[in-house]
């Protein structure tokens, strides 16, 4: 579905008569197709503390990126002095030091300095340490500041630049890998103003292939014929995935064409049949288990509480919710998932704001996150991992047959003033997926370009 008014007010007539009338202005996002490379990139880089190991493992991640250039500018009087002129493609601050509120005033200082030398569709990265894991009161409420920080921040932005938290204790460098990659990258466009914890212990990887991160991956898309799951499979098969499609059989027509075109499996099969977990563990098995699963099916049936029949209830808590969790603990249970492997549930701005006429979608997409949070520990010791994205306003054919003002509402109530497109959740799917995210595990990342809902 294509937005005219975004592309309208990226014209100069269009950025004049909104600039005049005090209009939204989105900003074309610059994604994967527009994306600047890494080797392209100057990156400034600040810490709360130059000297101390954690920092050192974040330059020598960073370092691995490849980027043109990674420079220093807090101590770096030469570099400050550019007469504000843009010359970063990001801004990464380590504030994992920040030991007393009193100190955040170096917060400011970075910040209120090199801003103005953040490029359009910039990035910014701010690194925390887990308030849980403090080692003083003081300590613990200087980092949980951190994130209205970085909120107010991602919603200062202009142009196309996101804002994000990352919070991490180890440090080491192959944790923070993946991550440093998707976000500085063109991958995160429509993700802004979001907490990333990076909890899980450390994992031995193999060598990574970062073109083709998911090769010789085996990985299950649930809802691959259409809307957002099509993305998903698409993304999967160019990053190398030996993709599995599954539909219920009434689209078979449409699930074997994307298969056929993608070179993967079609599996033709309604996940809240009683006999999916072992038709999905029977096929897991012949292919050594699966190495993805990526829960993306999902249903609505909207009506408010009032309206709503018992079987409109029963059918969507059971796609949306209760199917994923039979089935992965019926491969849990049964040695069904590989090792290290990855499960990625799809969840819903609806179930984290709610949304009149959708307690039953609601309902399933809040338990969603629930069901992320509750086996993400159990999955941490088997070397696995599980996370949610929440999606907001996307635009697919759902959300085109919305009446065009409620519509344009929900386009513009976020910080970048504009619907996320599906191939942005497939992005940040595709992040958690990879081999390299060992350590994102229990995470619910929203897709919604920093939606006012639920926020
Ligand atoms: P869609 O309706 O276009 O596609 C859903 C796919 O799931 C369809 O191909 C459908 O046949 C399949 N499916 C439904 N029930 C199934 C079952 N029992 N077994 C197997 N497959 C089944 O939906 P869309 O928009 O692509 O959404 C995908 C996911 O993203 C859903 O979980 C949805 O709740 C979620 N989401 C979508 C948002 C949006 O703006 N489109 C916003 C937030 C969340």
Known sequence: MSDRYLNFTNTKFGLKLTSMLGLPQPYQLRRRDSDIPLNEQNVAIGSVDYRNNAFKELEAALNTLGLSSLEYPSINKGVENTGDKAVYHALVFDARALQRPIDSIQLYDYFNKNIRLLQNCGRIILLGRTPEHCESRDQRVAQTGLQGFIRSLAKECRKGTTAQLIYDNNGKAARLQSTLRFLLSGDSAYVS???????????????????????????????????????????????????YCLDIPQNQKALESTAMRLGGEA?????????????????????????????NAGITRDKTIAKMSEKDWI??????????????????????????????????????????????????????????????QTLDKKGMTINAVAPGFIETAMTGAIPLTVREAGRRLNSLSQGGQPRDVAEVIAWLAHPASFAVNGNIIRVCGQSLLGA
Request: net charge negative; aromatic share 4%; proline share 1%.
């Open 193 to 243: 103003g979001q907490m990333i914890w990076l909890q899980s212990k450390d994992s031995t990887i193999g060598s990574i292939n970062w073109e083709l991160p998911l090769r010789d991956q085996k990985v299950l898309v649930t809802g691959a014929s259409q809307g957002i799951g099509l993305a998903i499979a698409e993304l999967i098969t160019k990053l190398g995935g030996d993709l």
């Open 267 to 295: 599996i033709a099969l309604d996940v809240s049949s009683d006999h999916a977990p072992e038709t999905l563990l029977e096929i897991g098995g012949k292919i050594d288990g699966w190495d993805v699963l990526i829960h």
């Open 315 to 376: 059918q969507v808590v059971d796609v949306n919710l209760a199917a994923q969790q039979r089935i992965n603990d019926c491969l849990l249970e049964q040695n069904g998932f590989s090792k290290g492997a990855r499960i990625v549930c799809v969840s819903s701005i609806s179930g984290i704001a709610g949304n009149r006429g959708q307690t039953n979608y609601a309902y399933s997409k809040a338990a969603v996150i629930g069901m992320v949070e509750a086996y993400s």
